[in-house]
């Protein structure tokens, strides 16, 4: 059923260094916690028994940016939490990546008003974007996985 199946009488694995190392990002990936609105308790609820985020690697959420590799930015952003999401960022070790979780994330949603940033892609980079108003927890990990594909076809020399 594992690999012994699969290799037969020859014992041996190929494969590149680019492989190994970017199938270990993905499943070894520490999201920060960076809840700002109702989205959080969508991303809450993703982590929880129901969905268990667990199987993909995340098993705890990180408070310390300094210990993630992952930003997941759930709710909207207002222009007075832009620069310490921006410290925050700036903290991560690299490869880090961002998700934008949700309309107000991805291009400010409902508010147009002078207090929220129209979409947190001016502030930080954005990896992958998950709409809705807030997107289900389906709808996370779906932006996770959709986040694995873009992080299994990196090059090495992209982050040295």
């Not at 290799?7 to 190929?14: A, D, E, I, K, S």
């Not at 929880?48 to 993909?56: G, H, T």
């Not at 129209?118 to 980079?125: H, K, L, M, R, S």
Request: glycine content about 8%; charged content about 20%.
């Amino acid at each position: 059923m594992g690999v012994e199946s699969k290799l037969g009488n020859f014992g041996v694995v190929t494969t590149t260094l680019e492989q190994v190392v970017n199938w270990s990002r993905t499943r070894a990936m520490w999201p920060m916690l960076f809840g700002l609105a109702c989205c959080a308790i969508e991303m809450m609820a993703a982590q929880a028994s129901d969905y268990d985020m667990s199987r993909f690697g995340m098993e705890l959420m990180r408070a310390s940016p300094r210990q993630s590799d992952l930003m997941i930015v759930a709710g909207r952003v207002s222009r007075k939490m832009a620069p310490v999401l921006r410290r925050l960022y700036d903290q991560m070790p690299d490869p880090k990546w961002v998700l934008a979780m949700g309309d107000c994330c991805s291009c400010g949603g409902i508010f147009n008003n002078y207090a929220i940033v129209p979409g947190v892609d001016e502030i930080v980079p954005v990896d992958v974007y998950v709409a809705g108003c807030p997107p289900r927890p389906e709808g996370l990990i779906h932006g996770v996985l959709t986040l694995y594909e873009k992080v299994t076809s990196e090059k090495i020399d992209h982050w040295s």
